[in-house]
Structures are given as structure tokens and as C-alpha cells.
């Protein structure tokens, strides 16, 4: 058994002082105060003294990092991705997408599927070397069934027009591992897709998407739950014809997603989006690409090149990924919607979790997996745990 204690706990639900916190087998097993309880005998401490305790950060759309992009074909890609990862209180993962010719996505889905499979194998048989990193949870499907016009940086010869038949493929290929998939319900048979996908068990999520509000309440309807970087790549919010982000913002079923980075979304856009969404739905996400981490130069976002100066990631003009890490986009959600830290850290972990149905993660309660970050009153991330081990430097 292990105990840890520190200044506070974000579970992220409560807030408790002085907590501590028992962890057996890479689960927690109890938590409770230190005024309240003993440490049991025999059992090392660790204590963090006036930092807090946070449940470990989720990220459902991530591209790359470190010099790597998750459809990258070498061996090297995922484990110095899940470093990097690490180091900024990201504990588990969703790899994604982007639209590729398909045969390239294909292999993608096969390498990735292999990856999580490896992963959970080496958990269950306590291989060390698959436990300090984060873990691939699943992917996240972005293309091809997404809009010419707001496809930003996803190349227009890859777009698909959805159909359930395609959709299969890219099932099969993945092994039944696609637990995300980004689309634009708008596309002719978009809410037959959807509504297969939904069925089973895909967070199917509205973006890249130039629906009118109409089309987007039919995705609804059909089974998407959650939007997909909230504004950017959507048909923008008009206040006589409100349109996608009309339905995403007001509609109390979905949840949504945006990139904190102060460049996709300005920040009053952000505490718009916060407010509408509130602290239960909404989430963060990195959409980070293979540039982060990494100087600014010419760096690989799935089967093309983007170009990384002054913080943006830019393709032909455009946007294309962001070199945003989830420890920074905590503390700038905070900081642009004025929400306090627990809000903010929830918008990182319980929230995602929830989104992709994951329940032992993305919460410090008793059953879950001891995956924790330890934060400075600024929330930046000084240390990061995978069931209660700590990741090295
Ligand atoms: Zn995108």
C-alpha cells in the first residue's frame, strides 16, 4: 500500500484539506483526512506538503508531440508522445486522426488498435514499462466524413462522404477501437452513420461541420453527444440564423469541446463558451500536433506539413493544430472564463472522461485508478503518477 498526502485534493468534484490518500494494486483504495486517520503501520508517505492533488488530465483529441504524429509508422511515435504527455499531467489519451488517403488511414487504425491492445496487455501483466506513460484509451476518428468548407487543414482530396459500408472499414481496421469520431451531420447520410456509430458505444462528436441549426439537432437526434473544437471549423454563429453552434450552445444533451490556447478562441470567446456550457460540460482538449514540445519549424500533421511560429501551427493560411499542452489550457480556461481551479481541472479530467465513458479515470475516488497530477496554486503541473507510480523525468 502506498499514502500520499498534501496541502488538498481536487477529486474534482470536492475539495478536501489535508487530505490523504490510499492506493493498493495502482487503485485508490480510501481517501479521507489526515485529522481523520492514521497512516496505517508500515505504510511510506509521500507528502506533497502545500500542493494539490488532482486527478490526471484526459486528452480526447490529440494529434502528435515530441517530433511525432500518432499515424507516424515507427516504433518510436506513441511512447515518446506518452512522455511528453506525461510531463504536462496527461495520464490518458484518445490518439487522432486526420483525413489521409485510405489506405494510409487504415494502417493507422491497425497500429493503433496494436498499441492499445499492447498497452493493456503489459498493464495486466504488470510489465513496468507499459505503466509510467499515458495510456492510449481508444481512438479518435477526425475525417474523412467532415465538410469541404470547413474542413481547415484536412485535405480536400481525402474528404468521404459518409456511408455506414465505409464506416465498417475503418471499424474493422481499428479492431473495434474507434471510442471517438468527429463529423458533419450535415453530409447525406451523415445521421445514418451516426446513429450506427452511436450504436456502438462511439462518442460521435459535431464538427468541421457547415450545418445550419436544423442539421445539426437531426445529428442530435441520430446520437452525436459533443462538438468537436467548439467555433473553429464551424459555420460561424449568426444571432438570425444560429446554426451549429446555435444547437451546441443551447442544447443542454451535448457537451463540447474547445483549444484554450488564447489563438484558436479569443478569450472572451472562451468564457462565452464556459458560460453556455457551464462546469459540467465543458472540456478541454490540446489538438496538439507533432510540434509540440519542439522549436518552431516545419513539422508533420498526419500526411502533411504545417509550419510552427509564434505559438500557431498554419497550413495555407489556415489554422492546422496547435502546439497547446493540457497543463496550459487548465490554467487558461481559468484564467479567460474567471472559473476557479477545481472547475477548471474538471474541464480536464472528469469531464472528458465522462464524455468517452471511462469510468475509473479522470476522478480521485475510491475504485479508481491512482492516476494523479500534483499542482502548484497556479496549477501547473510539478509531478504526475500512473497508479500511484511516479512518472520519471
Ligand atoms: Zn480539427
New binding site residues.
Given amino acids: 500500500m502506498l499514502a500520499f498526502t498534501a496541502g488538498r485534493l481536487l477529486t474534482p468534484t470536492d475539495s478536501i484539506e489535508h487530505p490523504l490518500v490510499l492506493v493498493e494494486h495502482g487503485r485508490v483504495v480510501d481517501i479521507s483526512t489526515r485529522s481523520s486517520r492514521q497512516v496505517p503501520a508500515g505504510v511510506s508517505t509521500s507528502d506533497f506538503g502545500h500542493s494539490i492533488i488532482a486527478p490526471g488530465y484526459v486528452d480526447l483529441h490529440i494529434h502528435g508531440s515530441a517530433g511525432y504524429d500518432v499515424m507516424d509508422d515507427t516504433a518510436e511515435a506513441l511512447p515518446a508522445i506518452e512522455h511528453l504527455l506525461a510531463r504536462h499531467g496527461v495520464t490518458s489519451y484518445f490518439p487522432t486522426t486526420v483525413t489521409a488517403p485510405m489506405d494510409r488511414t487504415l494502417r493507422a487504425l491497425e497500429r493503433l488498435a496494436n498499441a492499445i491492445e499492447k498497452r493493456e496487455l503489459d498493464l495486466e501483466r504488470h510489465n513496468a514499462d507499459g505503466k509510467i506513460r499515458a495510456l492510449p484509451l481508444g481512438i479518435h476518428l477526425?475525417g474523412p466524413f467532415i465538410s469541404h468548407a470547413r474542413r481547415?487543414a484536412?485535405p480536400p482530396e481525402n474528404l468521404l462522404a459518409p456511408t455506414v459500408a465505409l464506416f465498417e472499414r475503418f471499424w474493422q481496421a481499428a479492431r473495434g477501437r474507434i471510442r471517438m469520431m468527429?463529423i458533419a451531420p450535415e453530409l447525406e447520410d451523415a445521421p445514418e452513420v451516426i446513429a450506427e456509430a452511436a450504436r456502438r458505444g462511439v462518442c460521435v462528436s459535431l464538427?468541421?461541420s457547415d450545418a445550419d441549426f436544423a442539421a445539426a439537432e437531426r445529428g442530435i437526434a441520430a446520437g452525436a453527444r459533443h462538438a468537436?473544437?467548439t467555433f473553429?471549423?464551424m459555420r460561424p454563429l449568426d444571432h438570425r440564423s444560429p446554426g451549429i453552434l446555435g444547437a451546441v450552445l443551447t442544447d443542454r444533451r451535448v457537451s463540447a469541446d474547445i483549444i484554450a490556447d488564447g489563438v484558436h478562441l479569443d478569450p472572451a470567446i472562451v468564457k462565452l463558451f464556459a458560460d453556455a456550457k457551464g462546469p459540467a460540460q465543458t472540456v478541454l482538449i490540446t489538438?496538439a500536433t507533432s510540434a509540440t514540445g519542439m522549436p518552431e519549424g516545419r513539422y508533420r500533421l498526419g500526411s502533411f506539413e504545417v509550419d510552427v511560429h509564434d505559438g500557431k501551427c498554419m497550413l495555407d493560411g489556415k489554422l492546422a493544430g496547435s502546439v497547446l499542452t493540457m497543463d496550459r489550457a487548465v490554467r487558461n480556461l481559468a484564467r479567460f472564463a474567471e472559473w476557479d481551479l477545481p472547475r477548471a481541472v474538471a474541464a480536464a479530467s472528469r469531464n472528458p472522461a465522462r464524455v468517452a465513458r471511462i469510468a475509473n479515470k479522470g476522478v480521485l475516488a475510491v475504485g479508481a485508478d491512482a492516476d494523479f497530477v500534483v499542482l502548484n496554486s497556479e496549477g501547473e503541473v510539478l509531478r504526475t503518477f500512473f497508479g500511484g507510480v511516479e512518472c520519471p523525468e
Fill in positions: 477526425e481547415g484536412h468527429t464538427g468541421h468537436t473544437h473553429n471549423a489538438d
